[in-house]
Structure formats: structure tokens, C-alpha cells
């Protein structure tokens, strides 16, 4: 079993940036894909960002490339999603997900373990 739990929210101002964490216990992900998704009041949660097993590839969301980062640091059992450029669209809870593919997917079917999000809210 897997736990997750995403750090890192807050209250920001557009074009400002978030470093969001999402540290993992119980058993490593060092073998698993992992994602970020988010989901913004009275919508469906949406794909933002997935990352292979080792960190050699990534992938995003149109609407987020050029300003999202995702990267991972197995030592610490920890992902991260560095946010710059910041909008107010941008505003979601952020949820980190695990994938037991080694290479990241951009549907939530595919992942297993899921935090419990944490909220990002980008004002005008």
C-alpha cells in the first residue's frame, strides 16, 4: 500500500510560482509512473503532468506546457511540480497520483494511488 500526501498550496497571485511536493510512504515509488492532475471547482479532474519511473521522460497538459515542471527525486520517495507563470485558471485542488507503469499516462484509470490534494488558488 501506498500513501501520498501533497504539500505546497496556498494563496498566490498571477505570475507568481508553487513548488508542490507529494511525498510518498509505505512502500517506494521508485518503480511506479507518477502524475499530477487537479480539479477546479464544477469540473472533472484533469491531466496536468506525469513523470517515468527513472525521470527520463515527461509529459503535460497543453495548457500547462512551458510553465509546469514535474520531477522526482527517488532517494526521498518524493515528486514535485514546480508551477511558474501562474493563472488564475490555474486554480484547483492539485492531486499527485502513482501509476505502476514505468512510463507515465495521462488517464487517471491508470493510476492507483492517489493523495488527498492540496489547493492552489491563483488571484487577479
Known amino acids: 500500500q501506498v500513501q501520498l500526501v501533497e504539500s505546497g498550496g496556498g494563496l498566490v497571485q498571477a505570475g507568481d510560482s508553487l513548488r508542490l511536493s507529494c511525498a510518498a510512504s509505505?512502500?517506494?515509488?521508485?518503480?511506479?509512473?507518477m502524475g499530477w492532475f487537479r480539479q477546479a471547482p464544477g469540473k472533472e479532474r484533469e491531466f496536468v503532468a506525469t513523470?517515468?519511473?527513472?525521470?527520463?521522460?515527461?509529459n503535460y497538459a497543453d495548457s500547462v506546457k512551458g510553465r509546469f515542471s514535474i520531477s522526482r527525486d527517488n532517494a526521498k520517495n518524493t515528486v514535485y511540480l514546480q508551477m511558474t507563470s501562474l493563472k488564475p485558471e490555474d486554480t484547483a485542488v492539485y492531486y499527485c497520483?502513482?501509476?505502476?507503469?514505468?512510463?507515465?499516462?495521462?488517464?487517471?484509470?491508470?493510476?492507483?494511488?492517489w493523495g488527498q490534494g492540496t489547493q492552489v488558488t491563483v488571484s487577479s
Open positions: 509505505g512502500r517506494t515509488v521508485s518503480r511506479y509512473a
Open positions: 513523470i517515468s519511473w527513472n525521470g527520463g521522460n515527461t
Open positions: 497520483a502513482a501509476d505502476p507503469a514505468l512510463m507515465g499516462r495521462a488517464v487517471e484509470r491508470a493510476y492507483v494511488y
